[in-house]
């Protein structure tokens, strides 16, 4: 396990896209699962004119490991329009690289991720409840490979914020599970906010919990943490100087 610490989120965010374009540049093909929500905003903001319509990263293929999916089409949902906005249309990535996990594939979705050659690098981000894709608190095991959660009324109040149509909240979601997850060659994962200081001080420095899903990520032969110094606040002296300060090569 490697953990940077970084002075702010806009450090955090270009630290994060070093790695990233790390895996980028590989001549050949590359599989990358890739995060939404808004830790890596920044990010993607930095990423886009690099990569905006150049034919060498033509090897770069993307996929998402969660969908919350549309109740009027199941082949649609929030995730990947989220992706869309923020990276795949500014980016104007080709189509043909965007590999969307949905409700109506995700029973194949492992196997079609072992037949396209296993994921490279998959980027996370890490809830304050310790969640990461939709492996949250009491839903998902550590053996869980891609599966369907059923929703209750207080997740799909949840789901609001990020569909605001009620009419579109589904009954469930589909995410890969941590069997899944841990199955790629690389993982990143970035943190940012004092909000999830007591989460990350649990994960790096606590033992291992399945009903908190994130602590099983340092247990990953090649994971590696980005944070701000607000995420980082809560650890130990003793943690800190076990630390690497310095970004170095991607793992």
Request: proline share 6%; aromatic share 8%.
């Amino acid at each position: 396990m490697k953990v940077i610490i970084t002075k702010d989120y806009e450090e955090m965010s270009a630290v994060a896209l070093r790695h990233l374009l790390g895996h980028m540049y590989k001549e050949q093909r590359v599989n990358l699962a890739i995060t939404g929500a808004t830790t890596p905003i920044r990010m993607y903001e930095m990423l886009v004119p690099i990569v905006k319509d150049k034919k060498c990263f033509d090897n770069a293929n993307f996929y998402n490991f969660d969908e919350i999916p549309f109740a009027s089409d199941n082949t649609k949902g929030v995730t990947i329009n989220d992706l869309t906005e923020k990276f795949f249309g500014p980016a104007n990535v080709d189509k043909k690289n965007i590999h969307a996990l949905n409700a109506a594939n995700y029973r194949t979705w492992d196997e079609k991720i072992q037949k396209d050659g296993g994921l490279d690098l998959i980027l996370l981000g890490m809830g304050a409840d310790g969640h990461f894709c939709g492996n949250l608190p009491y839903t998902t095991k550590f053996g869980d490979e891609t599966t369907k959660v059923m929703t209750d009324e207080a997740m799909k109040k949840a789901l609001l914020a990020e569909q605001p149509d009620p009419n579109e909240i589904p009954d469930y979601y589909v995410t890969m599970g941590p069997r899944s997850v841990m199955r790629s060659r690389s993982i990143l994962v970035i943190v940012s906010g004092e909000g999830k200081a007591k989460m990350v001080k649990r994960v790096l420095e606590g033992e291992v919990d399945e009903n908190i899903p994130s602590t099983i990520l340092p247990s990953h032969p090649h994971v590696t943490f980005i944070l701000d110094e607000a995420a980082a606040s809560e650890l130990s002296l003793e943690k800190r100087e076990e630390i690497i300060r310095t970004p170095g090569k991607p793992e």
